[in-house]
């Protein structure tokens, strides 16, 4: 439908009228009235099922209400405790909402009360990578792969922690693994490439990348580490269009601002490098690589050069 008439115009503004603030900041007390919510629209929130929270939370995530999102893929979980995007959901809605340590504690109760929950343990392991506790992720990992060792996303988990641990050695023979028994997924050659990159094979790695973002555009991960890898080869027009399909596809991840930013640095432009570090630290608050580049490149800004840029292998 084409407007054609001088009237405001139409727009979806869900998430924005959910979550917006107003002028008169009444947000809040319009919320509080879900505890006098009519009977019959109770009743509709008590019958929707966990498909239905978790597009809500879909929702509320990218409008970036991390809080009702949080809540909405919990309740998700709940009923139904095997659905993995309802569990990814949750922990990107924890770091948003900065709930981490309550998602960590609530899986972890759930994992032991549930022995033989494999999804949760992936999640679990996902969610003590990012805290860096990579030793537990890593036994939650295999505890997850023993219990389903035809789940691809059992294995990608535990190739996701080696790789963050940036233990090529280990992730090599795994993602070899993957790729020849889920040659069709994606994820699998990704990691791959990780292992060749983490090797210092960058020009292996860069070939492999490009195999996945040909066949998939929006993986955001394989975008970032073609970055990184063009990067390191000095291949700034690949870099920098790999970093932004990377930011497109995936906006809330730090590391590509992260490395997009140390590309900047090695580029001798250091109001972009800022910039770039600024936004990684709008997304994790506490990444340390964030911290420490947007210090170096502020000491660029200021006359004060250090030395030491260097893309991390991630």
Not at 280 to 286: K, M, S, W
Request: charged share 25%; glycine share 6%.
């Amino acid at each position: 439908m084409i407007q054609t008439d001088d009237r405001t115009a139409l727009e979806y503004s869900a998430p924005r009228g959910i979550y917006g603030r107003t002028s008169g900041e009444n947000a809040a007390a319009i919320r509080a009235l879900a505890g006098t919510l009519p009977q019959e629209i109770r009743a509709v929130l008590d019958r929707a099922d966990d498909a239905s929270w978790t597009s809500r939370g879909a929702m509320l995530l990218k409008a970036e209400a991390f809080a009702y999102a949080y809540d909405a893929f919990r309740r998700a979980v709940v009923l139904n405790r095997e659905n993995a995007d309802a569990l990814a959901g949750l922990s990107n809605a924890a770091a948003g909402a900065h709930r981490e340590k309550e998602e960590r504690d609530w899986l972890t109760a759930l994992a032991a009360r549930e022995p033989r929950n494999t999804g949760v343990r992936i999640e679990l392991s996902r969610v003590l990578a990012a805290a860096g506790d990579f030793e537990a992720a890593m036994t939650t990992a295999n505890e997850a792969l023993r219990l389903a060792p035809d789940e691809p996303r059992a294995a990608e988990q535990l190739a996701s922690v080696l790789a963050d641990a940036g233990d090529g050695n280990r992730l090599a023979p795994l993602a070899d693994a993957l790729v020849k028994r889920f040659p069709e997924r994606p994820s699998a050659r990704y990691y791959f490439a990780s292992a060749l990159f983490l090797q210092g094979k960058t020009g292996d790695a860069i070939r492999e990348a490009r195999r996945v973002v040909d066949a998939a555009p929006g993986h955001a991960q394989a975008q970032n580490l073609l970055g990184a890898a063009c990067a390191t080869l000095g291949r700034r027009d690949c870099a920098l269009a790999a970093f932004e399909a990377s930011i497109r596809a995936n906006p809330r991840d730090p590391s590509t601002y992260v490395n997009l930013g140390m590309f900047y640095l090695q580029s001798a432009d250091p109001q972009s490098a800022s910039d770039a570090f600024a936004e990684a630290l709008a997304v994790d608050p506490i990444s340390a690589a964030a911290r420490d580049g947007l210090a170096q490149a502020r000491s660029l800004l200021a006359g004060n050069p250090q030395s030491g840029t260097e893309i991390p292998k991630k």
